[in-house]
């Protein structure tokens, strides 16, 4: 309850700097960096730098999830346009929302809103979504999904092949990326089985037209082996630790 109302102040105009965002870059096979995702951490004044498994589950429960999910989308359309205007252009940013934003109304407006307002291309935000949040599949959700992406913004799923019945939504979602578990990377290299299921997903993403991503890169041998797969892009330890704004801009220079 403490932490809730921590959260409730850190979100009001008042909270100061205590919510940060650090952006992890994905890769391509050149060493490039194509995209980053935003990931989200709060500098609680007494607790420390804390991760968001340790607040995420938290405004989920007290509904504080919504009004996280708006700073967030602000805070980095606001991002881009300085990056913009420092020389750093077309950047596309990953954005993880939860379940509760696509039944609200309110996110397709604000993301025009926002995007307009900082001279954002649509395609330099990409929104994550997971399995588990499209299984609550409402013709609402898929709606509002389909809205979001004839208006020309990114989708991508999250943490694939972790959710029960990933297959079926992948028919009927407009998905632009799949982002491969990286529970199934770290696995690849302990036997043929381990990956033959990363070839499948690959495959099944390719003949869907998806650019595929795998996460959780750690070791060159990984590196080598989704490569080899036919993953266009990777995000991992290996390459890049999530990082502040700062650090990721140097890193776009070179
Ligand atoms: O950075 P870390 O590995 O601790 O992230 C843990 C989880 O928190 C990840 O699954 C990630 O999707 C989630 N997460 C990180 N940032 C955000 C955010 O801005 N919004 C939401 N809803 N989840 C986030
Ligand atoms: O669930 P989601 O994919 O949004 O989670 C992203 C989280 O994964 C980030 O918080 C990031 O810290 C973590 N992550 C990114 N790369 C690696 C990696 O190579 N190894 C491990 N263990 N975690 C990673
Ligand atoms: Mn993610
Ligand atoms: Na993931």
């Known amino acids: 309850l403490r932490l809730e109302r921590d959260l409730r102040q850190a979100l009001s ?37 804390l991760p968001p498994g340790q607040f995420i589950p938290l405004a989920e429960e007290s509904g504080l999830i919504i009004v996280l999910g708006i700073w967030v989308i602000r805070t980095v359309c606001r991002q881009l346009r300085q990056w913009s205007e420092a020389g750093l252009q077309n950047v596309t940013i990953a954005i993880n ?12 407006p604000l993301l025009d809103e926002v995007t307009q307002a900082n ?23 898929r709606n509002t999904l389909a809205r979001i992406h004839e208006r020309g913004f990114l989708l991508s799923i999250d943490d694939f092949g972790t959710g029960f019945s990933s297959l079926r ?15 199934f990377i770290q696995n690849m290299l302990e036997g043929p089985r381990q990956a033959a299921v990363v070839r499948g997903i690959i495959a099944l993403a390719k003949s869907l037209g998806l650019q595929v991503v795998a996460e959780g890169v750690e070791t060159q041998e990984q590196a080598s082996a989704v490569r080899h797969e036919g ?11 999530p990082m502040p704004a700062e650090t990721f801009a140097l890193r776009l220079k070179d």
């Open 119 to 141: 001279g954002i291309d649509p395609r330099q935000i990409e929104l994550e979504l997971t399995e588990s949040m499209v299984m609550e599949d409402s013709d609402l959700v």
């Open 97 to 108: 929302l939860a379940s509760p934003h696509f039944l609200d109304p309110g996110l397709l």
């Open 13 to 49: 105009a008042e909270g100061g700097d205590e919510l940060i965002l650090h952006y992890q870059p994905q890769f391509d096979h050149h060493g490039r960096i194509h995209a980053a995702e935003a990931l989200l951490r709060w500098q609680h004044p007494t607790l420390g730098l």
């Open 169 to 183: 939504h992948l028919s009927f979602l407009p998905l632009d990326t799949l982002k491969i578990d990286r529970s």
């Open 231 to 241: 993953c266009d892009l990777m995000q991992g330890f290996l390459h890049a630790r």
